[in-house]
């Protein structure tokens, strides 16, 4: 992957609003980051309507003419048929190629994760790889995985997600000890089940030589607090989680509004409440904490929301640029070996003892 | 169960107020409905002193003194052997005898499930029982279930829940066919485990006479729209998802109170907005929601909050005597024949030809 580290390939076809986004967030991106390069796949024409308006990003972006789109309602298994007649598909084969050090879409996520993991394969000490992405609390925002990629996990895999999650923390959140936790319902040792605390006992004997805190389990309510940085758990529960937080905030936000529809001096309690209300949307915006990625695998693969705008295609830009430039890649190996190593049975130390 | 069917059992030491608000509460309730009749559990120097300030069931309830309380702390294992020598158990033990038509207890959760099990033993054609509770929405409140009370289930519990929601939805919300949903990490029939699949396919081939409306599978974010009105998934996910929506609750109204702290303007703004957030706080405060039911035992067991207030225990004690005015227990059951007679391979009707 020499020679592309601050190249990105972009699927300019994907999300809710084609090139026109996606060229934008580049550019807003690159305003942050000068360093980075992008190559562009999708219909040339499209593309160079909006590079017209994009200066920054024009001069030096490379455009692969592609005509094949990934379509929202493509199931995974058709998509993978046009890997490479697809906007999508040549996004992730750049990275795999080596020409390109990590790929963003904001296409289809079951397609994404299915091109990404047949093109570039698991990390060798991976055996599945995670959906990860941030969301708000009330301090800084907390990562979570896995969002979705696998309904069922075993101990194993929680163990890695944890070990990925705390690398991607360090990466994106630029901690240098992350807290984790497990995702349970309840704080107590003998909730849960067989796989959450087999997972917590390898986390809690194997983890000591990684930069990771490990806190134990945490309950759903642990998702807003803050109080952790990674929150791990099986893709089932992470995606239920995930949703319903986001119903949840809409809820409140809904009951709020119709709260201030409900009378005159309410209205004009909306009125002078409008900073605070807009500060309230600012924290919550999905936009702000855009770019999810599929953690794992042999290149970076950062999965942009359908819907984000400028800005926050161009926070999944600076996601992927960031994991790029930290080495999440060998980072995760590396701590990954490290765990390994710690594991009882693994290289036992001479006159170790492990009882019961 | 003849005799009690409008007196129910109270465990006057449950709960982080103990008497006060459990009588009190009670009081309340059979303001509501006067045709309420309550045994009273616990110290009884203790229930009589709060007994001078509740003349509406002072003058008819029935003072059972038991020295024992169960702890939050304790475990199930260490409850259960004080079945017979605590609050807790003897509610309990008065619905199995007769006495009582249903038990409300605010205090430990995991020892009043294993409890009310081992005493009420499940309805014949039910497998497992589960926590169902009610959740605030866009719309009228949601049934979900079950909430913890099984951390894995087959296809076979969900399709149960399935029923015993229904049915729940109908005794407490009044409905004649509630929407019914699964709850998934997609809308999509593909979606999911094999276990919510199976589910699916059961409750559309078998469901077909029972008073409720299969709508498929819902995502997390469906929980605070209110389209359905029961959602049913597994103990372990539906944990998360109840605390995830208190946590994301708490956490956009924590931002909000931080916002309007952040100004004069906005501290204006607040003052002025009062109302609404008034009625927004009313919407969602857990009181006006209370009272989780262990359904599918062969008694109503009611579980309020230990933080409840007056009127959230009320409102707990209400739940107990809707479910026992509708005779929810005989509903399940009849509910569950229906269900059975048109599975597949149950009594099949002639000339019947189910494909592939």
Redesign the interface.
């Known amino acids: 992957m020499a020679g592309g580290s601050h190249v990105i390939a972009l699927d300019c076809m994907g999300g809710d609003h084609g090139p026109d986004v996606v060229l934008k967030g580049a550019e807003l991106a690159r305003e942050r980051y000068p360093e980075l390069r992008f190559r562009l796949y999708g219909q040339e024409p499209a593309i160079r309507q909006v590079l017209g308006s994009t200066p920054r990003i024009a001069a030096e972006a490379e455009v692969v003419h592609v005509d094949g789109v990934v379509l929202g309602s493509d199931?995974p298994s058709q998509a993978i048929r046009r890997a490479r007649s697809s906007s999508m598909g040549l996004a992730i084969e750049a990275v795999k190629a080596g020409e390109a050090s990590a790929a963003v879409s904001a296409g289809n996520t079951g397609a994404l994760m299915a091109m990404a993991k047949i093109a570039l394969r698991t990390i060798g000490s991976i055996d599945r790889p995670a959906l990860v992405a941030l969301m708000?609390?009330?301090r800084s925002d907390s990562v979570v995985l896995d969002l979705?990629a696998n309904?069922?996990c075993d101990a194993q895999n929680l163990v890695e997600f944890a070990v990925m999650g705390a690398a991607f923390a360090r990466s994106v959140l630029g901690l240098s000890r992350p807290k984790v936790a497990l995702?349970n319902?309840g704080e107590e040792d003998?909730k849960?089940?067989e796989e959450l605390k087999e997972a917590a006992a390898m986390l809690r004997s194997a983890a000591v030589d990684l930069p990771l805190d490990f806190q134990g389990f945490t309950?759903?309510?642990?998702?807003?607090?803050g109080e952790v940085d990674v929150i791990v758990?099986d893709?089932?529960?992470g995606?239920?989680?995930?949703?319903?937080?986001?119903?949840?905030?809409?809820?409140?936000?809904?009951?709020?509004a119709r709260?201030?529809r409900?009378?005159f001096?309410?209205r004009?309690?909306?009125l002078?409440?409008?900073?605070?209300?807009r500060?309230?949307r600012e924290?919550?915006d999905p936009n702000n904490h855009n770019g999810a990625v599929f953690l794992g695998l042999n290149g970076v693969v950062v999965k942009s929301h359908g819907a984000a705008n400028v800005k926050g295609f161009a926070n999944a830009v600076c996601v992927a640029r960031d994991l790029v430039a930290d080495n999440i890649i060998s980072r995760i190996a590396a701590d990954m070996a490290s765990f390994r190593a710690h594991l009882p049975g693994a290289a036992p130390p001479a006159g170790a003892d492990t009882a019961g």
């Not at 309950?219 to 607090?225: A, P, S, T, Y």
């Not at 995606?239 to 709020?256: F, H, M, P, Q, S």
């Not at 002078?272 to 209300?277: D, T």
Request: aromatic share 4%; hydrophobic share 40%.
């Open positions: 199931k708000p609390t009330m979705g309904t069922e995702l319902i003998m849960g089940t309950e759903g309510n642990g998702l807003g607090k758990t893709g089932f529960s995606n239920i989680a995930l949703k319903t937080a986001e119903g949840t905030a809409n809820l409140v936000t809904g009951l709020l709260a201030y409900a009378s001096r309410n004009m309690g909306y002078l409440s409008r900073p605070a209300l500060a309230l924290h919550l």
